[in-house]
């Protein structure tokens, strides 16, 4: 197969993929506190992982990465993003204004790492930001704000920002980094049981979700997204998580009736023209 081809390939399922995490998110959630849902859904993506290492009969541990620094880049990535995402929700702030201020990541990461800049590749950015405020402004300021949940949002931004950083310096094959970034990552949900509480219902609303979240998301998804930090730019690359609200968008459509409004449609067009201008070869870049 075509080397575009696949990588084109390999961004559409990434994407359809990640796209659907907040819909079964949301499924879950409704049967089981944040701490349970995240400790179920790591622990099955491991034994997962783990089982198909030992069919292929290769290593699940890192060869020539340190533990340390695979533990650490699993904990701000992983863990640290999953855990505070969820604080951030369970504490008061809007999944409107967390998608807002998540969506700043892509921005931050390109003005951390960019040592020259593309003024197409920023407006690009700017205005997939501009299309993001556009599908959330109705959930901005729904609930009442908390310096806590604040707090948590941006710990979670500041996680997703240096993880992936930290990602892209590995070059290892992602099979033999993830199980131990995910054990990182259970040990931490673990850790905050006394303080969260850990409740679940037995049942099929239960654990669809759960195993959804864990095999499709956490192996599929994220192996993907790993692959594509190893062969592309880190903004490129990161800039796809602004369409990931599109198909959240489609699916609750389809799947819970929701509305498009006009405010969607603007913020739709304007993401894809966005992310279409940051991977658009720039023709001309002025320094830093």
């Known amino acids: 197969m075509n080397a575009t081809l696949a990588n084109r390939l390999s961004i559409i399922t990434f994407v359809s ?117 556009c599908l959330v402004y109705t959930s901005l300021f729904v609930n009442q704000l908390s310096i806590l949940a604040i707090s948590f949002a941006l710990i979670c931004l500041c996680a997703i920002t240096i993880g992936a950083m930290l990602q892209r310096k590995i070059v290892e094959d992602p099979l033999k980094i993830l199980p131990l970034q995910y054990l990182t990552s259970l040990v931490v949900f673990v850790a905050v049981i006394p303080l969260q509480g850990f409740h679940f219902e037995m049942s099929f609303d239960f654990w669809t979700p759960t195993i959804w979240l864990a095999l499709v998301i956490s192996v599929a998804a994220q192996l993907i997204f790993y692959r594509l930090l190893r062969s592309g730019n880190l903004v490129n690359v990161t800039s796809l998580f602004y369409l990931v609200p599109i198909v959240t968008l489609i699916l609750d459509f389809m799947i819970f009736q929701a509305t498009l409004s006009r405010f969607d449609v603007i913020g739709i067009s304007a993401i894809l023209l966005g992310v279409y201008l940051v991977y658009r070869q720039p023709s001309s870049k002025i320094s830093a």
Request: glycine letters at 8%.
């Open 17 to 133: 993929l990640w796209g659907s995490a907040a819909i079964f998110s949301k499924w879950g959630l409704q049967y089981a506190n944040a701490v349970a849902l995240l400790s179920f859904r790591y622990l099955i993506a491991i034994i997962a992982l783990i089982a198909f290492c030992i069919i292929k009969k290769q290593s699940f541990l890192p060869q020539s990465t340190s533990w340390r620094y695979v533990c650490m880049t699993g904990f701000l990535l992983i863990g640290g993003y999953s855990l505070f995402y969820f604080l951030a929700l369970q504490y008061g702030i809007s999944p409107g204004l967390l998608a807002t201020v998540l969506a700043l990541q892509p921005i931050l990461t390109y003005f951390i790492t960019e040592r020259s800049f593309s003024k197409l590749k920023l407006l690009g950015l700017l205005l997939s930001f501009a299309g993001i405020i």
